[in-house]
């Protein structure tokens, strides 16, 4: 039995940023090393950033990744490295000339270890994702080979991401077959709530079911719609969880483990013999390093950041994803239209606690039928958040609009037309002060919302980034409660005016309009929703759930005529199980009868 230190770096990497990437994991690197640690380990792909999507279509892309990995190994002294990375046969002396397609050029989301200023081997993701967000067969091929590496004395497995879900997958051949005593799984996996209770319940069965402790090293930061959310963490062969790192920070998690193989669980004879005759020719063992270079060293002290409960985990999301958008693509500054509404309060909220006050300008646009609540609840939520708040009137430019348009609709009664005129002047104001000052317009439009269509094409979805976009409404009033109330060290005291929770929604397109005027109450509506579109149930299903018929069909019919709308809409933050984005993909044009 031997003291084993692993040091987990929880990075944020920047996607397409090589070399800034290929600078921090080298800081990390030397980090690791005063550390003291016998293994580093890196998230997946940390080198090129997640998803890197079609920019792994470009050839030179794929060769500057290589040169980046060519700069890292350079400063693997003093310790074993396992970076998540790409690798192919696409790797030459000169930057390629030609489109490689990626069934010729065998691409890899890969592992690679390093020690000593060298590469020792490399492991190739076997399972694929291909659902969801995911589409890594678009890209990549499976790797066959399953390596154990040797470190310091130590067996280590290391596989990625998707191979740790599956029970018969690489950790237990590389378990059974390879006589691991410990898992090295790297991960960029993305949250969405209720997530990270999943992780741990599969890690520890994982855990358990093999006999030795599982390392789980994930990603952090957001990329476009993606948050991942880090929440690293060690599970011990008795399926405890005795190491976690933050969530939604970056981390550096260094954790001593007592391994060998007397710790060991050992398996059952018959099923080590099945597993050798059906993995012996896949198994690789590779020597990396056959002792400590640290005999002495002070035992460290594991490190178990308590996790978090809902709502909070879904509002720290929302803030990281609103912070690396802004940040990563090279914003300052965002602009919100403030209605005075729950949803608008909800996303300036988020905004100034990803940015700064600041960085957050809201605009109140009031027409003739803004109540004098809401400019009064608007004017008091920019005083709560010491944000600036411009008002421009717009009843002068809605007049304009109608009398130009006295003509053409002539004889025919006033509509939804004219309510969303004033939703489509709002967004041009809007997208005016954007072009103007350079700022990114934020939208404020929910997943109930957005998924029945009750938002204005050019309208309230004019703009950059669409932060609720994956929020129902019952979710974001569950938020604004939480962050009127929340007492912490991450955010500053601020209470979202009463008033503001407490008004029944209003669109305030014309006189004494709500929101149930024309959906269901949003309680009704947010569990249909679910059932549709993030279970796919069916009319009749959803209504044996006790929802009445034609109810559930006025609902998914909404739901469906909407998408050429969701289509237009910008990206926003994912953070359920199926989110209105690449994660549910419908044609638009659709005459699948549903019910």
């Known amino acids: 039995m031997q003291t084993f230190r692993i040091a987990m770096v929880q990075m944020n990497p920047i996607l397409g940023d090589l070399d800034g990437n290929a600078q921090a994991i080298c800081r990390w690197l030397k980090e690791a090393r005063k550390a003291k640690a016998d293994v580093v380990v890196f998230p997946e792909l940390a080198v090129t950033g997640y998803p890197p999507e079609d920019l792994l ?34 790797h030459n002396d000169e930057p390629p000339t030609q489109i490689v397609p990626t069934a010729l050029s065998h691409l890899y989301n890969a592992a690679t270890v390093m020690a000593d200023r060298q590469v020792y081997g490399t492991y190739r993701k076997r399972y694929l994702p291909n659902y969801g967000v995911f589409d890594e067969r678009r890209y990549f091929h499976p790797g066959h080979k399953i390596p154990v590496f040797v470190m310091n004395g130590i067996v280590v497995g290391i596989n990625i991401c998707e191979d740790i879900w599956y029970p018969d997958g690489p950790a237990r051949v590389q378990a059974l077959v390879g006589d691991a005593d410990l898992i090295l799984n790297i991960n960029a996996s993305p949250y969405q709530s209720g997530k990270g209770q999943n992780r741990e319940r599969m890690l520890a069965v994982r855990a358990r079911q093999n006999g030795i402790p599982v390392s789980y090293t994930n990603m952090v930061g957001g990329q476009d719609e993606l948050v991942f959310d880090g929440n690293s963490m060690i599970v011990s062969e008795e399926g405890q969880v005795i190491a976690r790192g933050k969530a939604f920070e970056e981390d550096f998690l260094v954790t001593d483990l007592c391994l060998g193989r007397s710790t060991r669980a050992q398996p059952s004879v018959k099923a080590k013999a099945r597993a050798t005759k059906k993995f012996e020719k896949q198994i690789e063992r590779v020597i990396v390093s056959a002792a400590s270079a640290f005999p002495t060293r002070t035992c460290i002290t594991s490190r ?15 803030v990281l994803g609103v912070h690396d958008y802004v940040k990563k693509n090279q914003f300052t500054k965002v602009l919100i239209g403030i209605s005075g509404g729950i949803d608008s309060a909800l996303t300036a909220v988020i905004a100034r606690d990803a940015l700064g006050s600041n960085n957050v300008l809201g605009v109140l646009m009031p027409s003739p039928y803004t109540s004098r609540a809401s400019r009064e609840d608007a ?9 600036e708040l411009l008002e421009i009137p717009i009843g002068r430019l809605l007049r304009s609009y109608l009398q130009l348009l006295d003509g053409p ?32 317009v934020l939208t404020t439009g929910n997943k109930s919302e ?41 955010f500053s005291n601020l209470k979202i005016p009463q008033r503001i929770q407490e008004r029944p929604p209003s669109a305030e397109l014309k006189d004494n309009q709500l929101d149930q005027d024309t959906l269901p109450p949003y309680a009704v509506l947010d569990e249909i929703l679910r059932a549709y579109v993030e279970e796919d149930r069916s009319p009749q299903d959803i209504a044996a759930l006790g929802f009445k018929l034609p109810l559930v069909k006025k609902v998914i ?8 709308k969701r289509r237009q809409a910008p990206i926003g933050i994912k953070i359920t199980p199926r989110a209105l984005g690449k994660d549910r993909r419908m044609p638009i044009t659709n005459r699948y009868p549903h019910s």
Do not use: H
């Open 557 to 564: 019919a909404m739901v469906d005529r909407s998408e050429y």
């Open 379 to 387: 004017r008091a939520l920019a005083d709560e958040l010491e944000m």
């Open 57 to 90: 279509l470009k050839p030179r892309f794929l060769y500057d990744a290589n040169r980046m990995m060519e700069r890292i190994v350079k400063q693997s002294y003093g310790l074993s490295a396992v970076v998540g990375c790409l690798t192919g046969n696409y």
């Open 409 to 440: 609709f002539d004889g025919r009664p006033p509509d939804t037309t004219e309510e969303n005129l004033q939703a489509r002047i709002r967004g041009n104001l809007l997208m005016a002060l954007s072009n103007k000052f350079g700022y990114l």
């Open 304 to 318: 178990l950041t308590p996790a978090l409960d809902s709502p909070e985990d879904v509002y720290r999301a929302l």
């Open 450 to 490: 957005m998924s029945v269509g009750y938002a204005t094409l050019y309208g309230d979805m004019a703009g950059g980034f669409a932060v609720i976009k994956d929020v129902p409404k019952t979710l974001v009033f569950a938020l604004a409660r939480w962050r009127s109330l929340y007492r912490g060290d991450a």
